[in-house]
Each structure stands twice: as structure tokens, then as C-alpha cells.
């Protein structure tokens, strides 16, 4: 199946930092993009992979689950590790639950991690029907675009498959659970006015995390996909600082792909 346009995988080579970002649920690499082009040209080794099932039509994504999605990052992450002496894990939405989990699972492996409006549980009271309506209904209405800047669009799904959010569901409470294994170095950016993952969810990452190095940064002017949003640049800017200050003297460079 034909990916779509915008949705496409980066890489780029650089130097001895290495950073992989996780996009996010029924989303593409597209919305992260901008910042993954923004850190290749500060000369660091960059992956954004594209989660198997999505990127394509909904359909596809029907027939995956949270241990195909983990297993992607897992893989680029391995891959990473090889390469460069620091690696950094970055993500959006569910990319920030998957982030959380490789860091909980790696441990020293991965240096730090910047995670932007992580989702931490499905909320409502239709999650808790999920499990039987999925069987009956296949999708429900989509969770792409939620920005407040004007023109500015994401690349993903306009429905939700129900057994793709089943799966989910059962990945939040994984990584919930995992929580306090993470003690890396993190950075959390979040919107107070987001309407696809309540700030609880950050306030939830934030309380159950070891990590001793944490900061958390609102993005007042942004809504759920903030790395498409006005704070985009603060976004980029304060991951480059993050990252410079865990990571002040490795080389970088290199040339990009994708």
C-alpha cells in the first residue's frame, strides 16, 4: 500500500548524538518532520520511523498492535545504539508513551528523553467499552489536526480502527505500570488547551517517573500537535539545549535520507 505523501520515514547521519522520535497514534512522521529536519541540520544522527499500519489507509493500521509499533522504535533504536555514542528518544502523543517504555526497558542506554503532550491513558467512558464495540463497530471519528495554527494540517487518519485503540489502551497501562523504571534525564512540553490528551496525562508521567533531572515546559499557544504549532520552534530549540547540555562535546555532521 502506497504511503501517504508527507508520511514518509527520515534518516540522516550526523555525528555521535543520535536522536530517534516516535510519532503518534494514527499520525505519521510527517508531524514530527520539522523538528527531525531542525536537529539533522544541527548536524546530529536522526531516525524517524514510520509505525507499522500507519502512514497508509486505516485499515492497515486494523491489523496491527502496540507490539508492532513498540517493536519498530525498539529496532531503530538498537540500530542507534550502534552508531553513536549518546541517543536521545523524543515523541509525541503515544510516540511519548513509546518513548517511555524503551527507556524503562534500555535503561543507561538511552541519555534522555523530550516527550510533547505523551498520552498516558484512553479516557472516557467508551474506553472501558472498547474490548466488545470493537468486535461490532470498526472505527470511530479521527484525532488528526488538533492545532491551533492556521493552515497548518497533519498528515494521518481520519478514523480510528477499535481494535488499534484496544491495543492502546492495553499499551497505556504497560507503560503506566512501568513508570517508575524511568529515571533518565526528561523534558516535558505540554498544552494546556489540548484536546486530544488531557494535561493530566503529563501530570501523571511527571509524578510517576524516577528521573531527578526533569523540567516541564507549557506550550500556551499550542494545541495537541504542538511540533506543528506555533511553539514549534520553542520546541526544537529547547530539545537542542537538553540535548547540548547532557551532550556538550560530541562530534556532529552528516547527510540525511527519506
Not at 105 to 131: E, I, M, Q, T
Not at 211 to 227: K, W
Request: charged letters at 20%; a neutral charge; aromatic letters at 6%.
Amino acid at each position: 500500500m502506497p504511503v501517504l505523501p508527507g508520511a514518509e520515514p527520515f534518516r540522516h547521519e550526523g555525528g555521535e548524538v543520535g536522536v530517534l522520535l516516535c510519532h503518534g497514534f494514527t499520525g505519521s512522521p510527517q508531524s514530527l518532520r520539522p523538528w527531525a529536519g531542525y536537529l539533522a541540520e544541527q548536524g546530529l544522527t536522526v531516525s524517524l520511523p514510520l509505525l507499522p499500519g500507519h502512514g497508509t489507509r486505516w485499515q492497515d493500521m486494523q491489523v496491527t498492535g502496540w507490539q508492532d509499533w513498540y517493536a519498530e522504535v525498539d529496532r531503530e533504536l538498537r540500530g542507534l545504539l550502534e552508531r553513536c555514542a549518546r541517543v536521545f528518544v523524543f515523541g509525541l502523543s503515544m510516540g511519548g508513551a513509546l518513548a517511555l517504555r524503551l527507556a524503562a526497558k534500555h535503561g543507561d542506554a538511552v541519555s534522555g528523553l523530550v516527550l510533547v503532550n505523551p498520552a498516558n491513558k484512553v479516557h472516557g467512558l467508551a474506553a472501558h467499552a472498547l474490548p466488545v464495540v470493537r468486535h461490532l463497530v470498526p472505527t470511530t471519528k479521527g484525532l488528526v489536526s488538533d492545532i491551533a495554527l492556521r493552515g497548518s494540517k497533519e498528515v494521518g487518519y481520519d478514523r480510528v480502527p477499535l481494535h488499534a485503540a484496544h491495543s492502546v489502551r492495553t499499551f497505556f497501562r504497560l507503560v503506566d505500570g512501568d513508570l517508575p523504571q524511568v529515571t533518565q534525564p526528561l523534558l516535558l512540553l505540554h498544552s494546556p488547551q489540548d484536546h486530544v490528551v488531557p494535561p493530566a496525562d503529563s501530570a501523571r508521567v511527571l509524578s510517576r517517573v524516577s528521573s531527578t533531572d526533569v523540567r516541564e515546559i507549557l506550550l500556551e499557544q499550542s494545541y495537541h500537535v504542538a511540533t506543528l504549532d506555533h511553539d514549534a520552534k520553542r520546541i526544537f530549540e529547547e530539545s537542542h539545549a537538553f540535548i547540548d547540555r547532557l551532550a556538550p562535546s560530541l562530534k556532529k555532521g552528516g547527510t540525511s535520507s527519506g
